[in-house]
């Protein structure tokens, strides 16, 4: 199977340095945009090939293991027998590389490499395994509620279940099965697919036998599966989501993936996506929130709760009179983070506190301007200068406008990152 390197990186439009989150955002955004359901009839065979690279690069970059072998080994390591090099090359590869191979490409991926090249395993050292059917793996949106507190999903499932008639031979118990002529018997057919820039020549099950080299006629079909040898079974299945379970963990009903005659049965895999919060933010086991406080809170102390946290309980603080707050200042809640898992510990919560100043509402009269000036500190000691002017100001200046007059950028941050000092400055 001659397969062009492709670089996947660049598949999904990342750098190589590139963290699990960014990965994650690129992966959606091209399985969005590459999405064939998306584009115009003429463009869909070329947006399935995109598509199907861009779920591949995804599965691999995304986890680390797969992702450090594919950084060490390039595409080599996983495009399967008969890559020039691979005999020699697994005899160095890390125990359990072969099942991770395996996995890889026979999950979720109709029509990959995975059904040509598999055959190649049982020469592998230490092969021979039975072939799986595929896993099928999906994501699973999680509300943070629901990782804090833990969830059980139960759902139905219509799989295909070997059938119990023909015990999945798909013909009459005495009937023999024809060879098919299109694939010669081999129940493969060479495909060269055009995916961008990428030309790539892949091996799939013939459609005429559906892979299995050799189809019954019409009369000799078993007559509860008409000769599909599987028929669909509903099923009643649990997940338990465990408190503290975290964004990419993997929950697997082993051995309830779609069943395929003589082959030991694939699993299904749930992979938990963790859904935005509008309160919390969620960094492995701490939680971080802001708050808003009052100026006078800031200045004078005060108990009360400031936030419901994720299971409903008010999270109550109490600031001692005197202990001025300010804007920034971080409380850190110890053991009111996320649940551990498997531990009675939990991590810490961090408020960020944001001191609210008064607005435009605030009507003090000059009386209580004079007590307020009168109860606070004053400024400190007046800059001297032999000569002083009296400006005029726009109160509601912009950072942003700073040195944009300038065609060339007169100043060294303008043409960085533009937000950041507008921030720095604005603090
Ligand atoms: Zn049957
Ligand atoms: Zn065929």
Redesign the pocket.
């Known amino acids: 199977m001659a397969e062009i390197e492709v670089d996947l990186y660049e598949v999904l439009e990342v750098h190589r340095g590139a963290s699990a989150d960014e990965i994650r955002k690129a992966y959606r955004k091209a399985a969005l945009v590459n999405h064939p359901d998306k584009v115009p009839e003429d463009e869909r065979p070329a947006a399935e090939a995109k598509f199907i690279n861009v779920q591949k690069a995804y599965e691999i970059l995304s986890d680390d293991d797969k992702r450090h072998i594919y950084d060490t080994h390039g595409m080599s390591a996983f495009n399967g027998a008969g890559e020039p090099g691979m005999g020699g090359g697994m005899g160095g590869m890390p125990a359990g590389f072969e099942e991770m191979f395996a996995e890889m490409f026979s999950g979720g991926m109709g029509g990959m490499p995975g059904m040509g090249g598999m055959g190649g395993m049982g020469g592998m050292p230490g092969g021979g395994r039975p072939r799986r059917s595929p896993d099928e793996e999906q994501d699973y949106e999680v509300s943070l509620e629901e990782l804090y507190k833990g969830k059980t999903v139960k759902f139905a499932s219509t799989k295909n279940v070997i059938?119990s008639?023909?015990k999945g031979k798909?013909g009459k118990e005495k009937a023999t099965a024809k060879k098919c002529s299109t694939c010669d018997g081999h129940g493969l057919q060479e495909v060269i697919t055009q995916m961008g820039q990428f030309l790539t020549k892949q091996t799939r099950p013939c459609s005429v036998c559906n892979g299995q080299g050799s189809f019954f006629s019409p009369k000799d079909k078993?007559k509860?599966?008409k000769g599909k040898?599987t028929i669909e079974e509903k099923k009643m299945l649990e997940i338990y989501i465990a408190p503290g379970s975290r964004e990419g963990e993997k929950i697997v009903l082993e051995g309830e993936a779609d069943q395929i005659p003589d082959r030991e049965n694939g699993d299904i895999i749930f992979k938990l996506v963790q859904e935005e919060h509008e309160v919390f933010d969620r960094a492995g086991s701490d939680l971080r929130a802001a708050i808003d406080i009052t100026l006078a809170e800031a200045l004078t102390g005060f108990s009360r709760v400031v936030l419901k946290h994720l299971d409903g309980r008010g999270i109550e603080i109490t600031h001692p009179a005197g202990k001025v707050l300010s804007t920034g200042q971080v409380l850190k809640v110890p053991g009111e983070g996320m649940p551990i898992k498997r531990s009675d510990s939990r991590g810490d919560l961090y408020l960020a506190v944001n001191v609210k100043f008064p607005d435009e509402s605030w009507n003090p009269t000059p009386e209580m301007l004079a007590k307020l000036q009168e109860l606070l500190p004053k400024p400190g000691p007046a800059i001297e200068a032999t000569t002083v002017d009296e400006v005029e100001y726009d109160p509601n200046g912009n950072m942003d406008e700073f040195g944009a007059r300038d065609a060339q950028g007169g100043s060294a941050w303008v043409d960085d990152d533009d937000e950041e000092p507008a921030q720095c400055a604005a603090q």
């Open positions: 059938c008639l023909c798909g078993c509860k599966c040898r």
